[in-house]
């Protein structure tokens, strides 16, 4: 029902298509095609987090730089997240309710 609705709002389609790519920046650099969505920022800081508690020693090198780089990703990425739910998705939730499709609703 939703398809037959979406091929005569292209519109509708193409706007929905922009925001699955909004959300994409979240995701990791090169992803699986096919692989579902993920936070890569926030499962890096995950790992490094494990990595960290889980040593008898201080942190290697590499852990260190890769904390660095999380450091430099996460303030921007934060602003961009803020942005996708204080005004990419409601713009899009709009145009949705206009093409008569259903609005996109985060869990919080």
């Known amino acids: 029902k ?3 609705r979406a091929a005569e709002r292209p519109d509708a389609t193409e706007n929905l298509e ?3 790519q909004t959300l994409a920046q979240f995701g990791p650099p090169h992803p699986r095609p096919g692989a579902p969505p993920s936070l890569f920022v926030f499962e890096t800081t995950v790992r ?3 990595e960290i508690q889980g ?3 201080g942190p290697s090198a590499a852990v260190k730089d890769a904390v660095a780089d999380v450091e430099k990703k996460v ?3 934060i602003q961009a997240w803020r ?3 204080d005004s990419d998705l409601p713009a ?3 145009q949705l309710k206009q093409a008569g499709f259903p609005e996109i609703h985060p869990v919080r």
């Open 75 to 77: 303030g921007p990425l």
């Open 2 to 4: 939703l398809k037959a």
């Open 83 to 85: 942005k996708l739910l």
């Open 92 to 94: 899009l939730n709009q």
């Open 55 to 57: 040593a008898d020693a």
């Open 48 to 50: 490094l987090f494990n």
């Open 18 to 20: 922009a925001f699955v």
